[in-house]
């Protein structure tokens, strides 16, 4: 079983910024790819960023040149940091591993204010 834990999120202005974290309970590095979502209220879940085992990085439309996402395999954590934020960047933010399944944090709210 592996265990996600987010953090860092919380209420911000717009322009500013936030790093979520995402601790994984058991060794990263041969996951093939880790990622966060996010989830808007009334809308679905949908991607915001991901990374693979070997450091290749895939980013939302809606995210690019704000958003870097990144891994330390030798502290078992995925990081969002997210400069520029906008007010429809508001969800729960959901971090993904995928290791022979998928599995789920429990999700950190950003709250972004006009």
């Known amino acids: 079983q592996v265990q996600l834990v987010e953090s860092g999120g919380g209420l911000v202005q717009a322009g500013g910024s936030l790093r979520l974290s995402c601790a994984v309970s058991k060794s990263i590095f041969s996951f093939e790819s880790m990622g966060w979502y996010r989830q808007a209220p009334g809308k679905q879940r949908e991607l915001v960023a991901t990374?693979?085992?070997?450091?290749?990085?895939n980013y939302a439309d809606t995210v690019k040149g704000r958003f870097t996402i990144s891994r330390d395999n030798a502290k078992n954590t995925v990081y969002l940091q997210m400069n520029s934020l906008k007010p429809e960047d508001t969800a729960v933010y959901y971090c993904?591993?995928?290791?022979?399944?998928?599995?789920w944090g429990q999700g950190t709210q950003v709250t972004v204010s006009s």
């Open positions: 993904n591993a995928h290791w022979y399944d998928l599995y």
């Open positions: 990374i693979t085992s070997a450091g290749s990085t």
